[in-house]
């Protein structure tokens, strides 16, 4: 029996199609391409760890409020004892009564009118001081 010239073309065809299917799965299978990996997080309140982290990170955002809070307090009382210090100089000395009232209205009894009029006189008085200063820099020169 003989096979036919056509019938051997589709053959050798055919065997070399599965060769070269051969070789392309032998080379994938030697060098794969990588796969895209998609993770996906779900985060559930209900879950310990998620609760966790959150009443952690309250905790700690409630302790810097509170801690930001006594250092802006402590910084505005430094800013009412260099102004009652200020003014004390501005009168040059003052007595024990004039003491009592500087504390009755930076601390007791608070009264903002009476602190804005102390803040001008002292400013009126470094002001002046700054001028007696310049003209007597300005009399040295000459």
Request: hydrophobic share 35%; charged share 30%; net charge positive.
């Amino acid at each position: 029996m003989r096979i036919k010239d056509e019938e051997a073309k589709s053959i050798d065809k055919l065997v070399a199609s599965v060769l070269t299917m051969l070789h392309e799965w032998q080379e994938q299978k030697e060098h794969p391409q990588p796969q895209e990996q998609i993770h996906r997080h779900s985060f559930d309140i209900k879950s310990s760890k998620v609760f966790t982290t959150m009443v952690s990170v309250s905790m700690l955002c409630f302790v810097s409020l509170v801690g930001n809070y006594f250092l802006w307090q402590s910084k505005q009382q430094y800013k009412d004892d260099a102004l009652k210090f200020r003014i004390i100089r501005v009168w040059r000395g003052c007595s024990p009564k004039e003491i009592l009232w500087l504390n009755d209205v930076f601390d007791i009894h608070r009264n903002e009118i009476a602190i804005k009029n102390i803040k001008k006189k002292t400013d009126g008085y470094d002001l002046e001081l700054k001028q007696k200063a310049d003209s007597l820099m300005q009399r040295k020169l000459k």
